[in-house]
């Protein structure tokens, strides 16, 4: 059964999105069959591996709503290995939308059921927001993925998104864990990057990646081509990043890893 990992922090500019992406695109290369799941209403996880968010006629909000089912709505194979579930702006009215609705948490849980056994790795672009579609991807996950960028408020937020994961853990996913803590946007040439990076791992008692997703400007070009990283400039320093994020990722899920 797939083992499916929510990428959230509701703090935005945190390279949330460019992580989701890449990260599931790196585990594909890796020959992994992977499901990327947009439910970012910006969709940019979708433009993201070339699909035009625009022209879609069902996305997850279709999905979330009752209007498609999941094979409707599911983009198969948009890279080797890895298929997609879309998002666009129409997901926007979904909170709105899901008033009063019967087990509205659980709805992307029940609807991926019957897929999951179809993948090794599931990976959710979360909005950047606490809001009824991340409580849907919460509930729905095996592990959360935090991605935190390196600068001066780094940690602001960091426990209103631990809180909401107890409440997760409590109420509705007994088995919800955090799978680590990213740091992203490093910049070797600051005492700053330095600093966050250790100032979090002295106040978090979580596990924490020993990749660190460095300042690229070639990982900020490809989305506006289309592409992840690893098929942008495949010798960049952010591709080569993401490929040890995913094998971090990978024997995390196979082996027991002591903290540092």
Not at 40 to 67: C, H, M, R, W
Not at 112 to 125: F, H, M, T
């Amino acid at each position: 059964m797939a083992r499916m990992i929510a990428v959230a922090n509701q703090k935005g500019g945190v390279g949330k999105t460019t992580t989701t992406t890449n990260l599931a695109a790196c585990l594909a290369e890796q020959g992994k069959k992977t499901l990327l799941i947009d439910i970012d209403p910006q969709g940019n996880a979708t433009s993201g591996v070339g699909v035009d968010k625009n022209e879609l006629e069902n996305t997850v909000y279709e999905l979330f709503i009752g209007e498609c089912t999941l094979e409707e709505c599911l983009i198969p194979d948009v890279l080797e290995n890895l298929s997609l579930l879309p998002s666009n702006v129409n997901l926007s009215g979904a909170e709105i939308d899901l008033i009063g609705m019967n087990e509205r948490e659980f709805i992307l849980r029940n609807a991926i059921a019957p897929v999951r056994e179809d993948y090794e790795y599931i990976v959710i672009d979360c909005p950047p927001s606490l809001n009824v579609l991340t409580v849907n991807a919460l509930a729905a996950a095996d592990t959360v993925l935090v991605p935190i960028q390196c600068e001066y408020y780094a940690l602001e937020g960091l426990s209103q998104l631990m809180h909401t994961i107890d409440l997760i853990t409590e109420r509705l996913n007994p088995d919800l864990e955090i799978e680590g803590i990213v740091f992203t946007m490093y910049d070797a040439r600051t005492n700053l990057s330095l600093e966050v990076v250790e100032n979090v791992k002295a106040h978090l008692q979580q596990h924490i990646y020993k990749t660190i997703i460095p300042r690229n400007v070639r990982l900020a070009e490809a989305p506006s081509h289309g592409k992840p990283i690893n098929l942008y400039d495949s010798r960049s320093a952010g591709a080569e990043a993401y490929r040890l994020l995913a094998e971090e990722v990978i024997h995390r899920g196979e082996e027991p890893e002591e903290d540092f």
